[in-house]
Nanobody, 115 residues
């Protein structure tokens, strides 16, 4: 079955960095667009970044210049490098894989930015 397993979340001070990983299994990784979304308490889930099978990327305006999404086809893994973290980056970060009508989600990993 399809599994997306996120890791790398945690507590970090403002200005710090974290790298999230999402290991995918049960899908043909190379053809899927992979993405990261986040949800803060009381808010809707929002797009953070996506990377297509051709490695085209998109970012939310709020993270441009600070976050970088990448993918490793040999490891079936997508990454989110997060630098210069702000308290407003706090939330549960979810990995997403989409191809046509196929749309899968991970269980999420908590990121807390606080001093």
């Amino acid at each position: 079955q399809v599994q997306l397993v996120e890791s790398g979340g945690g507590l970090v001070q403002p200005g710090g960095s974290l790298r999230l990983s999402c290991a995918a299994s049960g899908i043909w990784f190379n053809i899927f667009t992979m993405g990261w979304y986040r949800q803060a308490p009381g808010n809707q889930r929002e797009l953070v970044a996506t990377i297509s099978s051709g490695r085209s990327t998109t970012y939310a305006d709020s993270v441009k210049g600070r976050f970088t999404i990448s993918r490793d086809s040999a490891k079936n893994t997508v990454y989110l490098q997060m630098n210069s973290l702000k308290p407003e980056d706090t939330g549960v970060y979810y990995c997403n894989a989409v191809f046509g009508a196929n749309d899968y989600w991970g269980q999420g990993t908590q990121v807390t930015v606080s001093s």
